[in-house]
C-alpha cells in the first residue's frame, strides 16, 4: 500500500512569489493535516481537511491557504513568500480526524528554500 | 494550557546499552499520547500511542512507553540501543487547545544518538 506522497520534494522561490505543494494521502484517508518544520520552531500545525472541510486551524497568517479535493488529495499553497517561510513541510494523512485516537502517517516532506 | 515537554534536546548512548528519551505532559483529562520517529530527510514515523489499558505500551522497533499518570511522564525506552536507532523523536499528546477543539500538540523533539 502506497504512503504519504509529497511533490516536489524540493523547491526554490524568491520573496514575494506564491508556491503551492500537494499531498496525495494513503488510499482511504480522508483526513490531510500540514505542518511546518524548522529548527527554531520545530513542528507547527497549519492545518487540517476532513472531507473537503478545512476543520482545524494553527496559528499562522492568511498567506497560507489550503484545499481538498473529493479524492482527498489536498494541496497548500503560500503567498508572498518570505525568507521565514524557508521550512520543511510535512503531510500527514489517517483515516479518521487527527483529534482521534488514530495515528497520523507522514509523508517525507517539501523542503522549500526562499532565497 | 495544554502542553508537552521533552526536556532533553539531545540524548548520547552507547550501543548496546539502554536508552531513555523523556517526555512530560500538561492537560486536562485523560491524554492520549503518541512517539514518532524522524530520520535524516523523511517525514514523521509513528512507534506507539498510549491510549487507555497497560501502562507499558510497546511499540515498532523493539521500543516502549511507560505512562506514568503521577509524574505526567510517557517516556520512551529501548533495552538496547542500536546505531540505526540514531534519529529525531517526538512525543505528542492530544488534548484540548484554546479553541475547545482537540488537537494534537507535539514536543519539541530530542536527538538521539547511538554512539558504536
Known amino acids: 500500500k502506497a504512503g504519504v506522497t509529497q511533490t516536489p520534494r524540493y523547491l526554490i522561490k524568491t520573496r514575494g512569489q506564491q508556491v503551492t505543494l500537494s499531498c496525495s494521502p494513503i488510499s482511504g484517508h480522508r483526513s490531510v493535516s500540514w505542518y511546518q518544520q524548522t529548527p527554531g520552531q520545530g513542528l507547527q500545525f497549519l492545518f487540517e481537511?476532513?472531507?473537503?472541510?478545512?476543520?482545524n486551524k494553527g496559528n499562522f497568517p492568511g498567506r497560507f491557504s489550503g484545499r481538498q479535493f473529493s479524492n482527498s488529495r489536498s494541496e497548500m499553497n503560500v503567498s508572498t513568500l518570505e525568507l521565514g517561510d524557508s521550512a520543511l513541510y510535512l503531510c500527514?494523512?489517517?483515516?479518521?480526524?487527527?483529534?482521534?485516537?488514530?495515528?497520523?502517517?507522514f509523508g517525507d516532506g517539501t523542503r522549500l528554500s526562499i532565497l | 494550557a495544554q502542553s508537552v515537554a521533552q526536556p532533553e534536546d539531545q540524548v548520547n548512548v552507547a550501543e548496546g546499552n539502554p536508552l531513555t528519551v523523556k517526555c512530560t505532559y500538561s492537560v486536562s483529562g485523560n491524554p492520549y499520547l503518541f512517539w514518532y520517529v524522524q530520520y535524516p530527510n523523511r517525514g514523521l514515523q509513528f512507534l506507539l500511542k498510549?491510549?487507555?489499558?497497560?501502562?507499558l505500551v510497546k511499540g515498532s522497533y523493539g521500543f516502549e512507553a511507560e505512562f506514568n499518570k503521577s509524574q505526567t511522564s510517557f517516556h520512551l525506552k529501548k533495552p538496547s540501543a542500536l546505531v540505526s536507532d540514531s534519529a529525531l523523536y517526538f512525543c505528542?499528546?492530544?488534548?484540548?487547545?484554546?479553541?475547545?477543539?482537540?488537537?494534537?500538540?507535539f514536543g519539541t523533539g530530542t536527538r538521539l544518538t547511538v554512539i558504536p
Open positions: 498510549y491510549i487507555t489499558g497497560d501502562n
Open positions: 505528542a499528546v492530544r488534548a484540548l487547545d484554546q479553541t475547545g477543539a482537540n488537537n494534537l500538540f
Open positions: 481537511y476532513f472531507s473537503e472541510t478545512q476543520r
Open positions: 500527514a494523512s489517517s483515516r479518521e480526524p487527527r483529534d482521534s485516537n488514530q495515528p497520523q502517517h
